[in-house]
């Protein structure tokens, strides 16, 4: 199994940013990829960044140039790291780590205000 912990989120001006850490125990070697999922109200759940075993990174579209998802060198821990933040980036942040089956992080609310 694994377990995810987010933090990092909070509240911002538009133009601002925030970093967002999931930090991941368990049977972290067994980790595919870990990605970053947002969901806002009323909207479906959106893919916005992933990163694969090997390092390769993937990012959204509504993201792509703004958001950077890292891990630390122990791979214990992915980051999101998110600049140029929007209104429309509001939402929460689930981490995710697939192993096949996925798990989740509780979320972490990150809210840009104009």
């Known amino acids: 199994q694994v377990q995810l912990v987010e933090s990092g989120g909070g509240l911002v001006q538009a133009g601002g940013s925030l970093r967002l850490s999931c930090a991941a125990s368990?049977?972290?070697?067994?980790?595919?990829?870990m990605r970053w999922y947002r969901q806002a109200p009323g909207k479906q759940r959106e893919l916005v960044a992933t990163?694969?075993?090997?390092?390769?990174?993937i990012y959204g579209d509504s993201v792509k140039g703004r958001f950077t998802i890292s891990r630390d060198n122990g791979e214990s821990t992915v980051y999101l790291q998110m600049n140029s933040l929007k209104p429309a980036d509001t939402a929460v942040y689930f981490c995710?780590?697939?192993?096949?089956?996925?798990?989740w992080g509780q979320g972490t609310q990150v809210t840009v205000s104009s």
């Open positions: 995710n780590a697939d192993v096949g089956i996925q798990y």
């Open positions: 368990g049977k972290i070697f067994s980790i595919n990829a």
């Open positions: 990163i694969t075993r090997a390092g390769i990174t």
